[in-house]
């Protein structure tokens, strides 16, 4: 290969990036790790500590009235969280559940004002795209590496890791959503003298709300696809019951974990669009 020129330390760049980050916001990244860690963890072990029956029961009958009292998804809901607490993985359940609760519940805080900022400036919408565009094409397996640096093992830093691969779909739906609001309407909101704010919340957001709950959707999806790779690096669950049986080549008890996200993905799909219809 020829060598046209010499190469350019990136690599060295973002080290010496990533290491001034870690020392000057030290003040920072130290509470976050303690305090939220803390809070995430008391909140796992609070869900740990109802009874799993309630639960159950409580998800089956949510799950009835949300779909205007169809059995299916009751049913479903009853017998697949009876089976996750039959195969001994309840706890485990319950720190997933709250992962994905704690990353999407932040990916949407952050998402939807980052969406409505793009919808309203021509200039965010083009510095903020290509941002975007990176976080969804970069390997997932990446964000670990800065999650480790800034906050060391555990949920926190999975959920970081979540946080950011599972916000740019609420960010675009948001953005497209209200771009997508009939002009007339805007124009008749303008002719009636409503402020800015009263046209985003009483007009915009309500004539957007289905577009942006798809948003809201993918991004619980997506917070929950980083369960397995997070547990790399100590975030506890199902995951690590999978990477665990991976490591040991136990396929049965692999199997298991998997089958059991895979029934926790279907609810939490299954109720959040439910809402988008409701």
Request: aromatic content about 12%; cysteine-free; charged content about 15%.
């Amino acid at each position: 290969m020829l060598d046209f020129a010499p190469r350019i330390p990136v690599a060295d760049w973002i080290n010496s990036l990533t290491g001034w980050m870690k020392d000057t916001f030290q003040f920072i990244f130290d509470p976050i790790k303690e305090d939220f860690g803390n809070f995430v963890e008391m909140t796992a072990d609070g869900l740990s500590a109802i009874p799993p029956i309630i639960i159950i029961l409580l998800v089956a009958v949510l799950a009835f009235f949300i779909t205007g009292k169809k059995i299916g998804l009751a049913a479903f809901s009853l017998v697949g969280l009876w089976f996750i607490y039959n195969q001994g993985l309840w706890e485990e359940l319950m720190y997933t559940f709250t992962l994905v609760l704690f990353a999407s519940l932040i990916s949407i805080i952050i998402g939807v004002p980052v969406g409505i900022w793009m919808s309203k400036s021509k200039w965010a919408q083009t510095i903020i795209t290509p941002i975007l565009d990176f976080m969804q094409t970069m390997p997932a397996f990446v964000y670990l590496i800065p999650a480790v640096v800034f906050f060391g093992i555990g949920m926190v830093p999975g959920i970081f890791a979540s946080v950011v691969f599972a916000t740019p779909p609420v960010v675009r739906f948001t953005n497209l959503g209200i771009r997508q609001v009939s002009n007339e309407l805007v124009e008749a909101a303008d002719a009636f003298g409503t402020t800015g704010p009263q046209k985003l919340f009483k007009v915009e957001l309500p004539m957007a709300r289905k577009t942006i709950m798809a948003g809201v959707n993918q991004t619980i999806m997506l917070s929950l696809s980083m369960v397995v790779i997070a547990s790399m690096i100590g975030a506890p669950g199902l995951g690590d019951k999978v990477l665990t049986a991976l490591q040991r080549s136990q396929e049965g008890p692999g199997f298991v974990s998997g089958f059991a996200i895979v029934i926790l993905a279907i609810i939490i799909d299954r109720v959040s669009q439910k809402f988008n219809k409701a």
